[in-house]
C-alpha cells in the first residue's frame, strides 16, 4: 500500500469519525503524513510510539529560587506552579512546565506557551504542536518515547508575543534546573526566543541554524519554530536540513537511539 493509499483511507476514517463524534477529531503524529511529505521530500522512516508520558521524575537538581541540589522534577514543577516572578503569573490560566519522559535523549526548548498550551497545561498542542511532532518524528524522536519538551517561560505572554527580557531572566532558574534534571543528550533549540535566551545571545535562527552549538558541553542545534514555518511554509525545507544536521549529530551520540 502506498503512502498516498493510506492517507486517504485515515481521511476517510477521520471523516466518519467526525461525522460520529460531532465534532472534528485530532490528528495523530502516527497516522497524518510526516514533515518530509510536508516538504515534498521523501526516503526517511517516521518513527512512532505508544508508551506513556512521564511527566515528572526522580533526579537531583541544581537550581535558584528555592531549587535545592536535592530537588527533583516534580519539586521543580510545583515551584514553577507557585511562581510569581514576573507579570506573566497575573494573566495565566495554567502554568506549563513541560512535558515526555523521565530521561530524555534530546530536550525540545522552545519560547513559550501559547492560547491552547495555556488552557490544557501542556506545550505544543496547537497546530505548531503537531508540526512540531512531525519534525521530531522525521529524525526518530517523540515526547512519548525519547524527548521532553519545555520552554524559555512556562506562562503564556499576553498576545502570543515574544517574552520581554526581565520575563525570560525570571523564568530561566527554571530551565536551568530541568536541564540539570533530565540531563539530556543533545538540545534542539526551536525558534530565536530559545537559542537567544539559551546562550544570552543576539544570534538568532536566521544566523545559527543548523550550525552545532555547545552548551555546558550538551550539543546544541537550532532550527525555526513551527509556529514560524506555518507562517513561512518557504523556510521548512532548510528547517529539514537542520534537522538531517541534528540526526547526525544524535547518531554520532548514540548509533541505536531511534531504536
Partial sequence: MTKDDKLKI??????????????SSPDFAGETPSFEDDILVSGEQVA????????????SVTGGGGLSSESTLSHINKKIAEC????????RRTVVPGMGVENPF?????????EEEDKQGLPF???AGQLLDKMLGAIGLSRQKNCYIANIVKCRPPMNRNPLPEEADACRP?????????KPKAILCAGSVAVKNLFHSNDGVLKVHGQLL?????????TWHPSALLRSPE???AAWEDLKAFRSVLLNIDPDYEK
Fill in 10 to 23: 485515515y481521511k476517510l476514517l477521520k471523516t466518519a469519525s467526525d461525522n460520529l463524534l460531532g465534532y
Fill in 174 to 182: 527554571f530551565l536551568d534546573a530541568q536541564i540539570a534534571a533530565l
Fill in 84 to 91: 510569581k516572578r514576573c507579570g506573566l503569573c497575573s494573566s
Fill in 48 to 59: 512512532g510510539s505508544s508508551e506513556q508520558l512521564a511527566l515528572s521524575g526522580g533526579q
Fill in 106 to 114: 534530546v530536550l525540545v526548548i522552545g519560547e513559550g506557551p501559547g
Fill in 235 to 237: 523556510n521548512k525545507r
Fill in 125 to 127: 498542542v496547537g497546530p
Fill in 214 to 222: 555547545d552548551f555546558k558541553k550538551i550539543p546544541v542545534v537550532t
